[in-house]
Structures are given as structure tokens and as C-alpha cells.
């Protein structure tokens, strides 16, 4: 049912409908309407979810308000804010005028809302990682690239290596693979990052911030002064560790997220791992983050035992 309601604004009536179990927007002399309270958004690793997650990501780092949004687009405020409501994929001019008003490549997001509207028709499960992620990812990987000559040394060294193992494989899978009769742990051993978010019933998508290693065994240690800097990592990343030790307890569930009970990529633990950056540098990185195969103490000694 509907009620219509007589509003007064600036000395003009406008007549608004709305449900009756609801509220009417106020319309403005100017036009527009006042912006609703944002409904928080359960990422459930859909097309039209991605993208709103992405909208409203974009929206925050420009610092600007849907009744700015609207000044700067021929697009009114409850327009914009359905655009970024994750119901449905907007069209294309709305995708590209919300997100150029901020700020953005208006090129990268035509791009990736093609690439989000091939997956919605085609019914892919894997969604696709917008083209300014991947840049940022490779530009965090030059940064932690080490210098040519060092990287020449380490190619030698790795032939070394593996020319070394193929003269005593015996040994090696002895005291290396696996923890000798006396049960002595090994002394190290390399895990693959997996730096992905499980999301809704069956997603696993990758994070939209790199992983990094801390001095402490506890999360958000970017705001918490334990981050070592310049050890960011995505999926892929390999990292010598050489200990196990218990922390704080961290999952890599989205929970918010509808589902997420029955999703099987979630992981929860308080397990995480000691390892070296390629500086030298001691840090831990936390055991959801790393590929389900390296997960567990993997026969390494605890740390601080001998």
C-alpha cells in the first residue's frame, strides 16, 4: 500500500509516494534527495557485490558524500546509491560516472564492469581482479624486488643448491623432508602465501591489501606499530620459516557474509609461522594465510624450544 505525504521545503510542496511501512526521501528545491543510511554490504563474491564493494571503496578514498557525488554527475543521489547497493550490476554510464567523479581511470572500471557482466551472464564462479589491484600488487613486488646482481647471485646459488640435492637426495629427504628417527624437528621449510578471503558459501577471492610479516604474533599490525615494512606478499609468495608458535586467533572468513558456515576455503587458528625476509629480517605471518598444504606445525620445532 501506498500513502502519499505532503512535504514543505523552501516554501515548495513536492508530493512523494512511498510504502507505508517506509520512509519518504525529502526532495530538496534543488532536486535532489537526502542520502539514506548506507546498508552494509555481506560480500558474497557476486558480480553485482564485487563491484558495489568496489564503488563504495573508491567513494571513501575520494572523502566524498552521495550529495557530492550527485553535483558532480547527472545522476541523482538514490541513483548513485543503488549503483552501490550490490542488489543488482548498474549500467555502464553509472558505473563510469560514480566512478570517475572520484577520481578514477573511467578506462580501468569500463574494463572491469565488462569483465564483471561477462561473469554475471556466463555464470562464472571466478571474478575477475580489477586492472588497478594488479598494478598495485606488481608495484608492491618491485618494491620488495631486491637489485640485478643480487638477483643474478641468488640464480647461482639456487643451481648450487639444486645440483647439491641431486648428488645427495638420499640425505637430503632424510634430513631435510622429513624428521629423523630420534624425532629431531627439521630446520626449515617453505609455505606458500595465500592471501584470500573466504567469502559467502563458496568464494575465495584474493585479499584487496597485501599480506606482510610482524615482530608480534597479533592482527592490524599496520595501525598497531609491529608491521615489518616492506614485506608485503600476495598469493604466491614463497617464505622461509624455521618455527612455529601460538598467537592470536585469526580466520580468513569474511563473517559477514551470507553463508560463510558452509564455505570450505574458511580457516581459523591461532598457529603462525617464523620466517626470514630476504634482508634478514625476522617476522611472523599467520597460518590462514598460507596455502592449505603448508598449513599445521609441518614437523618444525616450536619457537623458543631448542
Known sequence: MKRVVRVHVSACWTICECPADTR?????GSGGTVARPEMRLDRDGSPARELAFRLRQVRADAGLTYAQLAAKTDYSISTLQEAASGRRLPTLPVTLAFAGAC??????????????SHARVNGDSSIPVPRWELRIRSQAAEEVKPPKEVRIRR??????IVLFF??????????????SERGKPR???TVVIQNKVAIGPSSLLEDTTPLYMSSRTISHCA???CE??????????????SCWAHG?????????SSGIARNPHGATSDLWFYGKWSDGRGGYVAQVYVAPAFRGTLGLRECGTP
Open 24 to 28: 519518504c526521501h525529502r526532495r530538496l
Open 103 to 116: 577520481g578514477a581511470d573511467v578506462g580501468e572500471w569500463r574494463e572491469y564492469w565488462t569483465d564483471l
Open 155 to 160: 640464480v647461482w646459488l639456487r643451481w648450487a
Open 166 to 179: 641431486i648428488a645427495s637426495s638420499a640425505v637430503a629427504a632424510v634430513f631435510l623432508l622429513i624428521p
Open 187 to 189: 630446520d626449515f621449510a
Open 223 to 225: 595501525r598497531r606499530g
Open 228 to 241: 615489518l615494512s616492506g614485506t608485503t606478499m600476495w598469493s604466491g609468495a614463497k617464505v622461509v620459516v
Open 248 to 256: 592470536e586467533r585469526l580466520t580468513n572468513e569474511d563473517l559477514t
